[in-house]
């Protein structure tokens, strides 16, 4: 292996399958669930099992499947019909077995009942592709909506260790290839097996000498066919995984490109793109090449089979008295014969890639959802939020502790902050307030209830979040807003607003708070974003609130602006902090400070200074800064 190669493959097994650990872990490696963990890949294991899946979507649409079917089994018929009647046609009307003139009168009729017998097969033709499209979009309706259903209940933990591009490529190219097979492959492989039985038996009635010699050729074309299919197999396979890999990383690299620039990395990210985009091309290189080459194998063997009954069914005309129309319609029938074998073969890469692309979407579907919550889990309306944490023990894997017999205690209206280094377990804790990962051992309890005895949905309601990374949908600044709580008024809105201090800016832009904002709030600053993601929060009116870094895009002036309105954010509620400016937490009921998933200070600001030990240091660092 090259070292190209290599690198790809490093490169195909960050962006195609895991991305890095989430912030707030215990830097790389084995302290996050990244890199550790990925959804299978690879060949199909199990074929059969996937058909039997995508053809279960197909359950609810029997009678129009019938129905197509049916049109195909006409057509195919019609095909048949039409192709037989030449027979008569030449030796009744064109060169007459008896050794009589040819009668024009009766050709004409014959030729408009063969017109009907083709433009019956047309009209099913027709007929069974307008029912198949809207059967096969049917059904990817709903795989789409399963796998997006399914999206919804899979665990954080889940988002944390697979790359948003490739799960987008399972989405759009990977449903795409299933749409195709669902479309056109199906039907064509069912018409092409009536044709080849159909052909076979008028094969036979018409000449039997000459039918040995085309079924001796199926065996040969079948194993060139099989040969061809085994390789095409591997490379559809290896073409999804890679392309799901691109997609991956030009997500990454499109989102991140602020950063790219910054660091003069754009260098390095063509390098990259180019070494995933070679093996793209390689393998789809090999995938339709391998795919391609079918055709051409099938066409000459048929070829070869045609010359054969040709030659041969001119010797019986000549010495067995073999009737014309017979060898006419003969040739006609082994041209026909090799056709859906062709076209069968010629398939065989749709099914390939779509069965490819399947798997990716069920492996999707087959992933392990939230643990569901207990019979009788318990709904607090209304919650107080006096929340509790008793020697708390937690790892994103078993063998490495991240946060150690953490405890600690906090009162509706309290304001609690955690500071410490980069990686120390902030975030941490509030990923398991929320109980996106369950604790190893200890309890965490609010208003006396353990969380893993509540309802999640319930549980999560009663949380807001403001994150330091922040994300807006496409849609108004109204709409953005109230999506923290979808029945608030247009009046609750804007006091919200107010609260956060963004009614100001919003009033200032083109059409107030009915302006669209689209690509995550693109025509609004870092600041704005994050004014309107606390706008959200406080909106919600839940009485737990989780402020993580949530002022560290927001400028100093700014954040001296929001201080107040935060204030009033935080009156009534229970507020966990994690400061990246320790001047935020300076009014904060108890600060923790954490070092290597332990607490080792506590105390509010005044008191930490006094011990003068690791929140002394981090504080009167950051004033020098200052």
């Known amino acids: 292996m090259t070292g190209d190669q290599k690198k790809a493959e490093s490169l195909k097994r960050r962006y195609g399958r895991a991305v890095p650990a989430p912030r707030g872990h215990m830097g790389p490696g084995p302290g996050g669930p990244g890199r550790r963990r990925a959804m299978a890949k690879g060949t199909p294991k199990n074929s059969r099992q996937t058909v039997r899946r995508l053809l279960g979507y197909l359950n609810e649409d029997k009678t129009k499947m019938a129905l197509a079917f049916f049109c195909v089994l006409v057509n195919t018929a019609a095909s048949l019909a039409g192709s037989y009647l030449l027979r008569p046609i030449i030796n009744r009307y064109i060169v007459p077995v008896d050794g009589s003139r040819g009668d024009a009168a009766g050709l004409a009729r014959a030729l408009l009942v063969l017109a009907a017998v083709y433009l019956a097969g047309v009209?099913?033709?027709?007929?069974?592709?307008?029912?198949?499209?809207?059967?096969?979009?049917?059904?990817?309706?709903?795989?789409?909506?399963?796998?997006?259903?399914?999206?919804?209940?899979?665990?954080?933990?889940?988002?944390d260790t697979n790359n948003n591009g490739d799960l987008m490529s399972r989405f759009t190219n990977d449903v795409d290839t299933v749409g195709q097979m669902l479309s056109s492959t199906l039907v064509q492989l069912f018409s092409g097996a009536l044709s080849?039985?159909?052909?076979?038996?008028?094969?036979?009635?018409?000449?039997?000498?000459?039918?040995v010699i085309t079924v001796l050729m199926v065996p040969l074309m079948m194993k060139a066919g099989g040969v061809v299919a085994r390789r095409s197999q591997k490379y559809f396979t290896a073409q999804?995984?890679?392309?799901?890999?691109?997609?991956?990383?030009v997500e990454e690299t499109?989102?991140?490109?602020?950063?790219?620039?910054?660091?003069?990395?754009?260098?390095?990210?063509?390098?990259?793109?180019?070494?995933?985009?070679?093996?793209?091309?390689?393998?789809?290189?090999?995938?339709?090449?391998?795919?391609?080459?079918m055709g051409p194998i099938m066409g000459n063997l048929s070829q070869i089979n045609y010359s054969l009954t040709a030659c041969v069914g001119g010797l019986l005309c000549v010495w067995k008295n073999f009737d014309v129309g017979g060898l006419t319609v003969f040739?006609?029938?082994?041209?026909?014969?090799?056709?859906?074998?062709?076209?069968?073969?010629?398939?065989?890469?749709?099914?390939?890639?779509?069965?490819?692309?399947?798997?990716?979407?069920?492996?999707?579907?087959?992933?392990?959802?939230?643990?569901?919550?207990?019979?009788?889990?318990?709904?607090?309306?209304?919650?107080?939020?006096?929340?509790?944490?008793?020697?708390?023990?937690?790892?994103?894997?078993?063998?490495?502790?991240?946060?150690?017999?953490?405890?600690?205690?906090?009162?509706?209206?309290?304001?609690?902050?955690?500071?410490?280094?980069?990686?120390?377990?902030?975030?941490?804790?509030?990923?398991?307030?929320?109980?996106?990962?369950?604790?190893?051992?200890?309890?965490?309890?609010?208003?006396?209830?353990?969380?893993?005895?509540?309802?999640?949905?319930?549980?999560?309601q009663n949380i807001a979040m403001v994150?330091?990374?922040?994300?807006?949908?496409?849609?108004?600044?109204?709409?953005?807003?109230?999506?923290?709580?979808?029945?608030?008024?247009?009046?609750?809105?804007?006091?919200?607003?107010?609260?956060?201090?963004?009614?100001?800016?919003?009033?200032?832009?083109?059409?107030?708070?009915?302006?669209?904002?689209?690509?995550?709030?693109?025509?609004?600053?870092?600041?704005?974003?994050?004014?309107?993601?606390?706008?959200?929060?406080?909106?919600?009116?839940?009485?737990?609130?989780?402020?993580?870094?949530?002022?560290?895009?927001?400028?100093?002036?700014?954040?001296?602006?929001?201080?107040?309105?935060?204030?009033?954010?935080?009156?009534?509620?229970?507020?966990?902090?994690?400061a990246h400016r320790l001047s935020?937490?300076?009014?904060?009921?108890?600060?923790?400070?954490?070092?290597?998933?332990?607490?080792?200070?506590?105390g509010n600001h005044d008191e930490l200074l006094a011990m003068k030990g690791r929140y002394y240091e981090l504080y009167t660092g950051l004033k020098e800064l200052d």
């Not at 096969?136 to 899979?154: G, H, P, V, W, Y």
């Not at 999804?240 to 990383?249: E, I, K, M, P, R």
Request: aromatic share 8%.
């Open 331 to 460: 040739l006609n029938f082994s041209r026909q014969f090799s056709r859906p074998i062709n076209e069968i073969s010629m398939q065989v890469s749709n099914v390939f890639s779509a069965l490819a692309g399947a798997e990716r979407v069920f492996a999707v579907m087959d992933e392990e959802p939230e643990p569901a919550d207990q019979e009788r889990a318990v709904i607090l309306n209304p919650m107080k939020g006096h929340v509790v944490l008793e020697n708390v023990v937690f790892g994103y894997h078993p063998d490495k502790v991240i946060l150690k017999d953490i405890s600690l205690y906090a009162k509706p209206g309290q304001k609690i902050a955690f500071v410490g280094s980069t990686g120390a377990g902030k975030t941490t804790i509030t990923n398991l307030l929320n109980r996106f990962y369950d604790i190893q051992s200890g309890a965490i309890t609010i208003d006396g209830v353990d969380i893993r005895h509540m309802n999640r949905q319930s549980l999560r």
């Open 123 to 159: 009209a099913a033709n027709y007929a069974q592709a307008k029912v198949m499209l809207h059967v096969a979009q049917n059904a990817l309706q709903k795989i789409r909506e399963d796998l997006f259903t399914k999206m919804q209940s899979l665990p954080i933990r889940f988002y």
């Open 467 to 578: 994150l330091q990374d922040t994300h807006l949908f496409t849609g108004t600044v109204r709409e953005n807003i109230r999506y923290g709580r979808l029945d608030a008024t247009d009046d609750e809105v804007v006091q919200a607003a107010k609260t956060a201090s963004a009614h100001s800016f919003i009033m200032r832009l083109p059409k107030g708070y009915d302006t669209m904002l689209e690509g995550d709030g693109a025509n609004l600053s870092q600041g704005q974003r994050q004014l309107l993601n606390i706008a959200r929060a406080a909106i919600s009116k839940a009485p737990i609130l989780i402020l993580d870094e949530a002022t560290s895009s927001v400028d100093t002036r700014t954040e001296k602006h929001i201080e107040h309105g935060m204030d009033r954010l935080m009156a009534d509620r229970t507020t966990f902090v994690i």
């Open 240 to 249: 999804q995984t890679s392309l799901g890999a691109v997609n991956g990383y």
């Open 196 to 211: 080849v039985v159909g052909t076979l038996c008028l094969m036979i009635y018409t000449n039997l000498y000459l039918t």
């Open 584 to 602: 935020t937490v300076r009014n904060a009921n108890a600060i923790m400070v954490l070092e290597q998933g332990e607490i080792m200070e506590r």
């Open 254 to 293: 499109i989102t991140g490109q602020k950063v790219v620039k910054v660091f003069c990395h754009e260098d390095i990210a063509k390098e990259e793109f180019g070494i995933l985009n070679k093996d793209l091309r390689d393998n789809q290189i090999r995938a339709q090449f391998f795919g391609g080459i």
